[in-house]
T-cell receptor, first 114, second 114 residues
Framework: GENVEQHPSTLSVQEGDSAVIKCTYS??????FPWYKQELGKRPQLIID?????GEKKDQRIAVTLNKTAKHFSLHITETQPEDSAVYFC?????????????FGKGTHLIIQP | SAVISQKPSRDICQRGTSLTIQCQVD?????MFWYRQQPGQSLTLIAT?????????ESGFVIDKFPISRPNLTFSTLTVSNMSPEDSSIYLC???????????FGPGTRLTVL
């Protein structure tokens, strides 16, 4: 089955700086890659996603890049703010499309230092 | 996106007992899933809840331990049977709707087994 590796497990950045979280996946058939943000005690919330026919996607301060050849994708957050502090999870759909359920990475605890 | 609710929001149970968790959506959805999130960990897919037929379980999860029902397109239940302290987790349902790949999560049920 699909295996998703996520790094780093903890990331501390100064407010205003950029943060990058990286994930790799194992199943070349996967073609849907969402990112979720989970604040303490809350449900995971989708922040951005990308499909395999796209190399990059942006939404204001958040961007995701995908390299299908290398089977890795990354989340980029620019101009970080205190409210960006949370745990971020990457995921991949193991057989293509979210309809098959998601395999998650282990998560990155992002800490924004004021 | 669909509005998803879960009941109960939390419970404390004795080992050897069973708990049924309900997931209700305010609109018809194509797919419903159940995930487990152990304390401080990532999310793991338990099963896909199929409407009108048996659920599809992921490796490591079995029907006898986690029976699932989905009688219609807006409701599903997950039962955690013969509980042990290792079952202490947050259990989340998620739904796929609107012909997209995006999964939205319910608020979760925090289960503690003593």
């Amino acid at each position: 089955g699909e295996n998703v590796e996520q790094h780093p497990s903890t990331l501390s950045v100064q407010e205003g700086d950029s943060a990058v979280i990286k994930c790799t996946y194992s199943d070349s058939a996967s073609n849907y890659f969402p990112w979720y943000k989970q604040e303490l005690g809350k449900r995971p919330q989708l922040i951005i996603d990308i499909r395999s026919n796209v190399g990059e996607k942006k939404d204001q301060r958040i961007a995701v890049t995908l390299n299908k050849t290398a089977k890795h994708f990354s989340l980029h957050i620019t101009e970080t703010q205190p409210e960006d502090s949370a745990v971020y999870f990457c995921a991949a759909s193991p057989t293509g499309g979210g309809a098959d359920g998601l395999t998650f990475g282990k998560g990155t605890h992002l800490i924004i230092q004021p | 996106s669909a509005v998803i609710s879960q009941k109960p929001s939390r419970d404390i149970c004795q080992r050897g007992t069973s708990l049924t968790i309900q997931c209700q959506v305010d609109s018809q959805v194509t797919m419903m899933f159940w995930y487990r999130q152990q304390p401080g960990q990532s999310l793991t897919l338990i099963a896909t809840a199929n409407q009108g037929s048996e659920a599809t379980y992921e490796s490591g999860f079995v029907i006898d331990k986690f029976p699932i029902s989905r009688p219609n397109l807006t409701f599903s239940t997950l039962t955690v049977s013969n509980m042990s302290p290792e079952d202490s987790s947050i259990y989340l349902c998620s739904v796929l709707s609107g012909g997209t790949d995006t999964q939205y999560f319910g608020p979760g049920t925090r289960l503690t087994v003593l």
